[in-house]
């Protein structure tokens, strides 16, 4: 399995991460324009305040640029596992006119395929989880291939032509699941470069009030919290397992109740 280097850090850690560099670099910057100030009385804050609101504005950009990369991501998730769910209910469905004994191996494997595609991710690390599922799955794909073979060479009709097609797209969905689940995530340089600026900002910011000989406001606090929340959720989304924001498997729990009845 794929995994990014921020993914050691739990998605709480990642938001406390973000909120204690953000407050720590506001903190920072506002001693230092104090400083500044207080030894460098021509520094004027309107040129200050100018480049402020440029890196500000560049964060900001980052922000919704990354943003909309995990958005889509998360939306491509949605349409992937409806789309895997349909094709594995017409694969079952199709698998019924199947000679025997093919036909009642194949359900049995698609049954248990169904179920491995639903796992408890609250139980278990969630990397070991998914290379789990990721292994019975390919070794199920084989089983099913071969069943598919066997019938297509017992009594090669249409009906068993259908139904190579369409286990061939359920195994093509199942990569494209896994890529886009899994391997298709947020580059980590994407990652520094947020921190990075968002630092640079923040320490900015704090220098421009510090430089104003202002007290500090609580909008200060507003702002790392801010930060600190849209970093969480960019985490959030780009984590397809874990986390508050989780694709829904509805499509799949309702497939497995309809072969379970249908087995039975």
């Known amino acids: 399995m794929h995994h990014e280097p921020l993914d050691v850090v739990p998605l709480w850690g990642l938001f406390l991460a973000a909120l204690g560099l953000g407050w720590v670099a506001l903190e920072g910057g506002y001693r230092l324009g104090a400083w500044r100030h207080a030894r460098v009385a021509e520094e004027k804050e309107s040129p200050v305040g100018a480049m402020v609101g440029s890196i500000l504005g560049l964060l900001a950009f980052l922000l919704a640029f990354t943003f909309s ?4 991501r998360f939306e491509e998730r ?7 769910a349909n094709a594995i209910g017409t694969t079952y469905l199709r698998a019924r006119l199947l000679p025997e004994p093919h036909r009642s191996e194949t359900a049995k494997l698609l049954k248990e395929y169904v179920d491995v595609r639903l796992p408890d991710f609250r139980k278990g690390d969630v990397a070991e989880t998914i290379a789990r599922i990721l292994k019975r799955s390919d070794e199920l794909h084989e089983q099913l291939w071969s069943h ?3 019938a297509a060479e017992k009594k090669p009709t249409p009906i068993t032509a259908t139904f190579v097609v369409t286990l061939n797209e359920l195994i093509d ?3 494209k699941r896994v890529m886009i ?15 990075g600026l968002a630092i640079l900002g923040m320490t900015a910011m704090g220098y ?3 430089l104003s000989a202002t007290r500090r406001s609580p909008a200060m606090l507003g702002m790392v919290l801010a930060f600190a929340s849209v970093l969480f959720l960019i985490a959030d ?10 694709v829904s498997q509805q499509s799949m729990i309702d497939l497995q109740r309809s072969m379970q009845v249908t087995i039975q």
């Open 148 to 150: 598919a073979v066997a």
């Open 78 to 84: 949605r349409h992937v596992v409806l789309d895997e």
């Open 173 to 175: 969905l199942h990569a």
């Open 69 to 72: 990369m995990a958005a889509n």
């Open 208 to 210: 421009q009030s510090g």
């Open 181 to 195: 689940g899994t391997r298709n995530r947020i580059p980590f340089s994407i990652w520094v470069m947020l921190f």
């Open 237 to 246: 989304l780009d984590r397809g397992h874990e986390g508050l924001l989780t």
